[in-house]
C-alpha cells in the first residue's frame, strides 16, 4: 500500500509479557517515528529514526523499550516485561527526511493492551 | 508541563457555520505548527502547517493564524461540513535537535462536532 502501515492493529498481552510492534513506513522515506498515545492525550514522541540509526532515543521511557530498523525502511518496537501503564496505542510515522517543517505521515495505531 | 495547549476540550457547529479552533503554547522557539486531524481507528492526518515567521496560511476552506506576541495560533475551517467532525491536533516543531530531528510536541487535542 502506498501509505504507513503498522501491525498487529490490535495487542493483548499480559503483564510481563514480550511484545513486538512493526511499522512499515512509506517507500523512500527516510525519517520514521515511533510515538505513544494515551487515552485524552497527544501523541508522546518515543524515538527517531534516520536511515537505520537511532538518531534520537531521547523519548524511551526506560529500558523495558528499544526499536530496530536494520535495514533502513520497517521498523519494530520490542518492549520488555510489559507493564499495564504500557497500555496505550502505539503509532508509528514516517517523512522524507527529518528536517522537513513537521510533516509526518501516520499509521493506524497499534492498541497494546497489557492485562 | 504542557508547552502546547488546547483549552477546549470539544467544540460544536452547524453545518456551514466556521468552526475555530484554538491553542496556545509557551515555548518561543518553535519554528513550525501544525494542525492535524483524526477520525477514530486512524493514524493523525496532517492538514495545514504555518512558519514561525508568517502570520497565516490559507488552503481552501482551512485558514491558521498566527499571533506571536500572544503564542496563540487559531483554525478556522469555512464553511463547516460534517465530514470535518474528527480530532483537531495542535502540534509544533522544535528547532534541529538531536539526530536533526524537529520534534513534534502535541496538544491534547478539540472533538469538533459538525451537526448538519
Known amino acids: 500500500g502506498a501509505g504507513v502501515s503498522q501491525t498487529p492493529s490490535n495487542k493483548v498481552t499480559e503483564k510481563g509479557k514480550y511484545v513486538e510492534l512493526r511499522c512499515d513506513p512509506i517507500?523512500?522515506?527516510?525519517?520514521l517515528y515511533w510515538y505513544r498515545q494515551s487515552l485524552g492525550q497527544g501523541p508522546e514522541f518515543l524515538i527517531y529514526?534516520?536511515?537505520?540509526?537511532?538518531?534520537?532515543d531521547s523519548g524511551l521511557p526506560n529500558d523495558r523499550f528499544f526499536a530496530v530498523r536494520p535495514e533502513g525502511s520497517v521498523s519494530t518496537l520490542k518492549i520488555q516485561r510489559t507493564e499495564r501503564g504500557d497500555s496505550a496505542v502505539y503509532l508509528c510515522?514516517?517523512?522524507?527526511?527529518?528536517?522537513?517543517?513537521?510533516?509526518?505521515?501516520f499509521g493506524a495505531g497499534t492498541r497494546l493492551s497489557v492485562l | 508541563d504542557q508547552q502546547v495547549k488546547q483549552n477546549s476540550p470539544s467544540l460544536s457547529v452547524q453545518e456551514g457555520r466556521i468552526s475555530i479552533l484554538n491553542c496556545d503554547y509557551t515555548?518561543?522557539?518553535?519554528?513550525?505548527f501544525l494542525w492535524y486531524k483524526k477520525y477514530p481507528a486512524e493514524g493523525p492526518t496532517f492538514l495545514i502547517s504555518?512558519?514561525?515567521i508568517k502570520d497565516k496560511n490559507e488552503d481552501g476552506r482551512f485558514t491558521v493564524f498566527l499571533n506571536k506576541s500572544a503564542k496563540h495560533l487559531s483554525l478556522h475551517i469555512v464553511p463547516s461540513q460534517p465530514g470535518d467532525s474528527a480530532v483537531y491536533f495542535c502540534?509544533?516543531?522544535?528547532?534541529?535537535?538531536?539526530?536533526?530531528?524537529?520534534?513534534?510536541?502535541w496538544g491534547l487535542g478539540t472533538s469538533l462536532a459538525v451537526n448538519p
Open positions: 529514526f534516520q536511515g537505520t540509526g537511532a538518531a534520537d
Open positions: 502540534a509544533a516543531t522544535t528547532p534541529l535537535g538531536a539526530g536533526n530531528n524537529r520534534k513534534l510536541i
Open positions: 510515522a514516517s517523512s522524507l527526511t527529518g528536517t522537513s517543517g513537521g510533516i509526518q505521515y
Open positions: 517507500s523512500g522515506h527516510t525519517a
Open positions: 515555548n518561543s522557539m518553535f519554528d513550525y
Open positions: 504555518i512558519s514561525s
